[in-house]
């Protein structure tokens, strides 16, 4: 086990940096292998209360805690957010807390970014500067609180307000060159074995911490589908024949290039990110599982609401995107991840042939669209919707132990018989 520990890939933290997150313990923002630890909640500051006053000129945000804590805010454009990191925090809300706005916050969410580090994110109706922001100790029999002043400003005011490094480009042309941090990586077509000569296969299971996927029932995607992908990891450690990386295996928010970064930096032989959708109620309702591939054209219209939505991630938990760093330049990608895609497609089709003995499918199982947790331009990679949690027969499936070991059973198949292949191919010289 200490040489698995070893091999744990570093991820820079410099996308979560550059969005004012806390870089405290940026080790942990590493591919997950380890068992999750069990949570030491007790020692974190308690948050107990949140609401907001004021009106569309000015807004105040106040949330009550057990204690004072340390904590930074800045606000981020397109779209118009506050950010607020505080130390990891235990957030003891009403359920639907944050869901309804009032003035200038639109509505806001909370929970951890990483071991260590909470944030809130509030979305805003418009432009708008932190006036004032403070701690206040407990007195008066009041407990401590975190108090935030919004006021509206223009759009030009908010971004002369805004730290420099924090500023969108205002539709100011891309830099000509790609940022040493962004710099290409060599692209390798064929699956490369670790030191160990065993192929890497990486599970991503999709959101985390503050951003909780889509959520029915009680349920939340983020919880069904990490519970899916510890299976998924089980039964695929049990043959003894690959690595397998998690991209986070407790509930911890993961940006989505550094799950791509994950897959690439490993070389691994093969990505799978694990999700489950919803479907808005106005558009009726679906079922069944689908399985999607990277495309610049969607497939349909759903496969294109359903990507953009997914793409969403990172704007819901606060990652700055006027900063983010592209992983490879475009080309780069356009000639590379031809055969890559082959190898995706071909990996797709395994998948249904043997996911539909045991899982229902959608009516169109094999969909594509232009996801960002895709794009790793040398590694084949398929994203599976595993259900709906908006249907009713979905969601008993999705929360039931029985349908997810079937279910990871014939996804485990699948992989052995796409590796095999594919390895026994490049053992070949070919
Ligand atoms: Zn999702």
């Not at 690439?264 to 990110?273: D, K, Q, Y």
Request: charge should be neutral; charged fraction near 25%.
């Amino acid at each position: 086990m200490a040489s698995r520990a070893n091999q744990r890939i570093l991820l820079a933290c410099a996308l979560l940096c550059a969005a004012a997150l806390p870089c405290a313990d940026s080790s942990r923002l590493s591919a997950a292998e380890s068992q999750p630890q069990p949570s030491a909640a007790a020692k974190f500051p308690v948050a107990s209360a949140a609401r907001l006053a004021g009106d569309a000129k000015q807004t105040r945000f106040i949330l009550d805690l057990d204690r004072t804590v340390t904590f930074r805010a800045v606000t981020l454009a397109d779209p118009y957010r506050v950010v607020v990191d505080v130390p990891q925090v235990n957030f003891q809300l009403p359920s639907g807390t944050g869901a309804g706005g009032r003035g200038l916050v639109k509505a806001f969410r909370y929970g951890l970014v990483m071991p260590g580090g909470s944030r809130i994110v509030f979305d805003l109706t418009g432009p708008a500067r932190i006036a004032n922001s403070y701690v206040l100790e407990a007195a008066n029999g009041q407990p401590a609180r975190l108090v935030l002043e919004l006021e509206e400003v223009d759009r030009a005011a908010f971004v002369q307000s805004i730290a420099p490094e924090l500023r969108p480009t205002l539709g100011a042309a891309p830099p000509a060159t790609v940022p040493a941090a962004a710099a290409p990586e060599p692209i390798q077509q064929k699956p490369t074995a670790t030191a160990d000569g065993r192929p890497v296969v990486v599970i991503d299971p999709g959101h985390g911490g503050i951003d909780n996927g889509t959520q029915s029932s009680g349920e939340s995607e983020k919880n069904l589908v990490l519970a899916f992908a510890l299976a998924l990891r089980e039964r695929l450690d049990k043959t003894g024949k690959y690595r397998v990386v998690m991209t986070r295996d407790d509930d911890t928010f993961i940006a989505l290039n550094d799950r791509v970064k994950v897959a690439r930096t490993l070389n691994a032989a093969l990505f799978v990110s694990i999700h489950a959708d919803a479907l808005p109620r106005a558009e009726g309702d679906a079922q069944g599982a689908t399985i999607y591939t990277l495309s610049d054209k969607a497939s349909d219209a759903e496969a294109e609401r359903l990507a953009d939505a997914e793409n969403r991630a990172d704007a819901i938990a606060g990652v700055n995107l006027a900063e983010e760093p592209t992983d490879v330049a475009d080309i780069l990608i356009d000639l590379a991840q031809r055969e890559t895609r082959t190898f995706s497609n071909r990996f797709a089709r395994l998948l249904m042939g043997e996911m539909k003995t045991t899982v229902r499918m959608h009516k169109h199982p094999l969909k594509s669209a232009g996801f960002r947790v895709l794009k790793a331009p040398d590694v084949p990679s398929v994203l599976v919707e595993i259900g709906y949690v908006s249907n009713k027969g979905d969601l008993q499936h999705l929360v039931s132990e029985g349908w997810r070991s079937r279910a990871v059973g014939s996804m485990g198949q699948a992989i052995d018989a796409f590796l095999a292949k594919r390895l026994a191919t490049a053992g070949a010289g070919n």
